[in-house]
């Protein structure tokens, strides 16, 4: 079994997650959690991992199995999910609501008063699972 090297002030995803949300201390960090805690309820296998880490950018959140799921990302006016094959996954509820226009990437931004579908988002990660895992078969 391949093992992951880390530097020994590498912090495991879920606690720079944790930490996030701490720190964030406002609407974005309640909405974060909240997501966070619906995509384990969709996938309590998830792998929750954190990308991208440079000097300039303290890095995104990333949840995983059979490949990338989704980023979490948050802004000044807006909690960002982005999807890597969102535009490939069947959207009945009409979640996504930004990055239209990829050929691959979808998005859902959910601002301060948005409610969440939570029965639709917890469908769509799973919808997102399963897509993954068919294109890792052989």
């Not at 997650?17 to 309820?41: S, T």
């Not at 980023?71 to 990055?99: I, R």
């Not at 859902?108 to 469908?123: G, L, M, P, S």
């Amino acid at each position: 079994m391949k093992k992951k090297v880390s530097s020994p002030d590498a912090e495991p995803a879920s606690q720079l997650l944790d930490a996030k949300v701490r720190d964030l201390a406002d609407w974005r960090g309640e909405k974060l959690a909240q997501i966070r805690a619906l995509i384990k309820q969709a996938d309590p296998q998830v792998v929750e991992e954190w990308k991208w880490r440079k000097p300039s950018n303290p890095g995104v959140p990333v949840w995983s199995h059979h490949g990338s799921i989704c980023t979490g990302e948050t802004y000044k006016g807006v909690v960002k999910f982005t999807f890597f094959k969102g535009a490939s996954l069947k959207d009945p509820s009409g979640l996504f609501n930004s990055s239209l226009e990829g050929n691959t990437r979808r998005a859902i931004d959910f601002h301060e008063d948005d409610e969440v579908d939570e029965k639709a988002f917890v469908t769509l990660i799973r919808a997102a699972v399963s897509l993954n895992a068919s294109s890792t078969r052989g």
